[in-house]
């Protein structure tokens, strides 16, 4: 290593970037060009940027990489570590790059399964955070290196990841590629369940596209094939999305149904997670608002991803307004005007938001919000979530409040899932009742 190189890896964090900047992983880069020293996401910024560029020259001699890159030297890995020190203690963040760099010293190149598991779990953190473009960046690293070492299950789990974060961002033809990328990885390694999996996210970019009767179709045979083989994960996963073109032609009683019955077999606490908050929106659309607060608190006490507490504070919003709370949807609006949501969410924030002020009887700011929601929904090319907007607009300009509109009577199935949601709600949350 010549006396530059060294000299150069002694510097401080900030130089390093400096030095790099010309380099790999972009994404962080522009992360941190968008902060501050003193914002509180620098220091697992440049941690994830240095553990990034130490895992690119230890693959180095496995993959022909340009002579631009940097080669391995332990120091980088010393660099990194020091970033991460600077992370909280407490911070998910910090765990899974040290188990990164950890695998650094225990993985070859040429055998790197093990390494990848913890970039995966480095890149599921970093989706909880609501870190869209760095969460795709470590996927497409994984990715790279999974193929190149014909590691199927690995190949498969980063395509995956790269198309839900692609969908997440409203790029709907780039997450419909990696989604069949997965289908087609996991019909090459023999893993059904990547390749249930990614015909799952080929039907919700249907569905999002408002193709609602291919996403049907896609979507039913998923599940039938699911059960025949004992999946129950991906059978879960299959029924969640049928809930979701159910609650679009408007019965929800059907949707809850799915829905309860998916929660039945999801494992993971972020599927179940938004398998309440789905709950929670149609225990709306049927009147249940006591029974949608207690599936709101839940989630706001148990989740572990930030867009899907955003979702449900957002929510929220549909049970306070009718309630007549005016000063508790003005706070959730501020605290969610200073997130920044991503277009799915954002299109959802100022749908639910024009629907709480109809509720009030503030005509004037409901249809604001709901055209800044058509709006939205256009410019991503959310069309079944413009459909939905603009049926609200509709419903408002005849009656001058969305909110006035009659529930139907809510079926005793139902209720029975409203009891059952009130007693989860008592259990993770105690007597708590009130929305905060």
């Given at each position: 290593?010549?006396?530059?190189?060294?000299?150069?890896?002694?510097?401080?964090?900030?130089?390093?970037?400096?030095?790099?900047?010309?380099?790999?992983?972009?994404?962080?880069?522009?992360?941190?060009?968008?902060?501050?020293?003193?914002?509180?996401?620098?220091?697992?910024?440049?941690?994830?940027?240095?553990?990034?560029?130490?895992?690119?020259?230890?693959?180095?001699?496995?993959?022909?990489?340009?002579?631009?890159?940097?080669?391995?030297?332990?120091?980088?890995?010393?660099?990194?570590?020091?970033?991460?020190?600077?992370?909280?203690?407490?911070?998910?963040?910090?765990?899974?790059?040290?188990?990164?760099?950890?695998?650094?010293?225990?993985?070859?190149?040429?055998?790197?399964?093990?390494?990848?598991?913890?970039?995966?779990?480095?890149?599921?953190?970093?989706?909880?955070?609501?870190?869209?473009?760095?969460?795709?960046?470590?996927?497409?690293?994984?990715?790279?290196?999974?193929?190149?070492?014909?590691?199927?299950?690995?190949?498969?789990?980063?395509a995956l990841r790269l198309g839900f974060g692609h969908r997440v961002l409203a790029r709907h033809d780039v997450a419909l590629?990696?989604?069949?990328?997965?289908?087609?990885?996991?019909?090459?390694?023999?893993?059904?369940?990547?390749?249930?999996?990614?015909?799952?996210?080929?039907?919700?970019?249907?569905?999002?596209?408002?193709?609602?009767?291919?996403?049907?179709?896609?979507?039913?045979?998923?599940?039938?094939?699911?059960?025949?083989?004992?999946?129950?994960?991906?059978?879960?996963?299959?029924?969640?999305?049928?809930?979701?073109?159910?609650?679009?032609?408007?019965?929800?009683?059907?949707?809850?149904?799915?829905?309860?019955?998916?929660?039945?077999?999801?494992?993971?606490?972020?599927?179940?997670?938004?398998?309440?908050?789905?709950?929670?929106?149609?225990?709306?659309?049927?009147?249940?608002?006591?029974?949608?607060?207690?599936?709101?608190?839940?989630?706001?006490?148990?989740?572990?991803?930030?867009?899907?507490?955003?979702?449900?504070?957002?929510?929220?919003?549909?049970?306070?307004?009718?309630?007549?709370?005016?000063?508790?949807?003005?706070?959730?609006?501020?605290?969610?005007?200073?997130?920044?949501?991503?277009?799915?969410?954002?299109?959802?924030?100022?749908?639910?938001?024009?629907?709480?002020?109809?509720?009030?009887?503030?005509?004037?700011?409901?249809?604001?919000?709901?055209?800044?929601?058509?709006?939205?929904?256009?410019?991503?090319?959310?069309?079944?979530?413009?459909?939905?907007?603009?049926?609200?607009?509709?419903?408002?300009?005849?009656?001058?409040?969305?909110?006035?509109?009659?529930?139907?009577?809510?079926?005793?199935?139902?209720?029975?899932?409203?009891?059952?949601?009130?007693?989860?709600?008592?259990?993770?949350?105690?007597?708590?009742?009130?929305?905060?």
């Open positions: 290593m010549t006396a530059d190189r060294q000299e150069r890896l002694g510097r401080s964090d900030t130089d390093q970037l400096d030095a790099y900047a010309s380099l790999a992983h972009m994404a962080f880069i522009d992360s941190l060009a968008a902060m501050t020293e003193g914002d509180p996401r620098w220091h697992q910024t440049v941690a994830g940027f240095l553990t990034m560029r130490a895992v690119d020259a230890w693959r180095r001699p496995a993959l022909d990489f340009s002579e631009s890159s940097i080669p391995w030297h332990p120091q980088m890995t010393a660099g990194a570590r020091r970033a991460i020190e600077e992370i909280d203690a407490q911070h998910a963040i910090r765990l899974a790059l040290y188990r990164v760099v950890e695998a650094l010293g225990e993985t070859s190149p040429t055998a790197p399964h093990h390494l990848l598991v913890r970039l995966i779990g480095y890149g599921r953190a970093l989706e909880f955070e609501a870190e869209w473009a760095l969460a795709i960046d470590v996927h497409e690293t994984v990715l790279e290196h999974a193929e190149w070492a014909q590691d199927g299950h690995c190949a498969g789990q980063a590629e990696w989604y069949r990328r997965a289908e087609q990885i996991g019909i090459a390694s023999g893993e059904l369940g990547t390749e249930l999996r990614g015909r799952i996210g080929i039907g919700k970019v249907a569905l999002e596209r408002g193709n609602y009767a291919l996403a049907r179709v896609l979507l039913e045979e998923v599940e039938r094939t699911a059960d025949e083989a004992g999946r129950v994960e991906e059978r879960s996963q299959a029924l969640h999305e049928l809930s979701d073109i159910a609650f679009r032609a408007g019965d929800h009683t059907r949707a809850l149904h799915l829905l309860h019955e998916a929660l039945g077999g999801y494992t993971i606490q972020a599927d179940r997670d938004r398998a309440l908050n789905d709950l929670a929106v149609n225990f709306v659309e049927l009147g249940l608002l006591d029974a949608a607060r207690d599936a709101y608190l839940v989630v706001l006490a148990t989740a572990q991803e930030r867009s899907t507490r955003w979702l449900a504070m957002l929510n929220l919003l549909t049970v306070v307004g009718p309630a007549g709370d005016r000063a508790a949807v003005e706070r959730y609006r501020q605290e969610l005007m200073d997130a920044a949501l991503p277009p799915g969410l954002e299109f959802a924030f100022w749908n639910q938001l024009g629907t709480a002020y109809a509720a009030l009887g503030d005509a004037e700011a409901a249809e604001a919000a709901l055209t800044r929601a058509v709006a939205v929904a256009r410019e991503h090319k959310l069309h079944g979530r413009e459909f939905e907007a603009e049926r609200q607009m509709a419903q408002l300009a005849e009656s001058r409040s969305v909110g006035s509109r009659s529930a139907p009577i809510a079926a005793p199935e139902a209720v029975e899932i409203a009891v059952a949601v009130r007693d989860m709600r008592l259990q993770v949350c105690g007597d708590e009742i009130v929305p905060r």
